[in-house]
C-alpha cells in the first residue's frame, strides 16, 4: 500500500486525498485500527493520503483514526468511519436489508474484537459469540449477504487479527472458517498482508 495512492482527476481538476489521521503506518509500523478503512478506501479506488494521529485536527475526533475527506468533513470513531465510507463509496450494501446487516456487523465486530482477550479463558462465551457468528453467516458468504464485501468483512479482518494473535480456536464454527479464509484471499486484503514487509504488521505485536 503506497503513501499516496493517486487515481487522477475528476471534472477537469484534481482531487485532494482523503486523509486519515492514524498512527499507523506512518508512525507506526503496522495499520491496526483503521485496517477496514484502508481496506475500504483500496476497494473503492479512492486517492487517499496516510497523516499521523499527531496531525488530527483539533476538535475533529476524540482519538484516532480520524478521516477527512476531500470538502473537509470530517469523521471520527471507527465503527462511524466506516459507515460513512460504506455509503459514500457503496461499500455497504444496496438493499435495505443488506445495510441494516452491514452496520450491524460492524458492531458485531467490533465487540469481536472488544472481548477477544476473553475468548482465551472463557469457553462458554467464546461458544456464544461464535455460535452467534455462525447463525449470522448461514447462506451467506460475506458479512451483510452481499455479492463482494462490505465495510463490516474489512473491520472483521481487524478484529479475527486480534482473535488469531490470541490464539483463540474457532476452527469448530465452519462458516466462520470459511468466511476468514475467503476474506484473507479477497485482492485488497490479500495486497495489504503482502505489504507487511520489513517489520510492518498488521497490528500491534
Avoid at 479475527?160 to 490464539?167: D, G, S, T, Y
Amino acid at each position: 500500500l503506497e503513501t499516496v495512492r493517486r487515481i487522477g482527476s475528476a471534472g477537469g481538476r484534481t482531487m485532494a486525498p482523503v486523509k486519515v489521521y492514524y498512527w499507523g503506518p506512518t508512525m507506526m509500523n503496522m495499520y491496526g485500527r483503521a485496517i477496514g478503512i484502508y481496506l475500504t478506501l483500496e476497494q473503492a479506488g479512492v486517492e487517499y493520503e496516510y497523516k499521523g494521529a499527531t496531525e488530527i485536527p483539533v476538535g475533529t475526533s476524540m482519538a484516532p483514526p480520524c478521516v477527512e475527506f476531500e470538502d473537509g468533513v470530517t469523521v471520527g470513531q471507527t465503527p462511524a468511519i466506516l459507515a460513512v465510507l460504506g455509503e459514500k463509496y457503496g461499500l455497504a450494501g444496496k438493499t435495505f436489508a443488506e445495510k441494516a446487516a452491514c452496520l450491524q456487523a460492524i458492531e458485531d465486530m467490533n465487540d469481536i474484537f472488544g472481548e477477544h482477550s476473553k475468548f482465551v479463558d472463557n469457553e462458554e462465551l467464546k461458544t456464544k459469540r461464535f455460535t452467534y457468528l455462525e447463525e449470522r453467516l448461514k447462506g451467506k458468504k460475506w458479512m451483510a449477504g452481499t455479492d463482494e464485501p462490505t465495510v463490516a468483512d474489512f473491520h472483521g479482518v481487524f478484529a479475527f487479527e486480534w482473535v488469531v494473535q490470541k490464539k483463540v480456536d474457532f476452527s469448530a464454527f465452519p462458516l466462520t472458517c470459511q468466511w476468514w479464509k475467503a476474506i484473507q484471499e479477497y485482492p485488497v486484503v490479500k495486497k495489504m498482508y503482502g505489504s507487511c514487509v520489513d517489520g510492518r504488521t498488521m497490528i500491534p505485536p
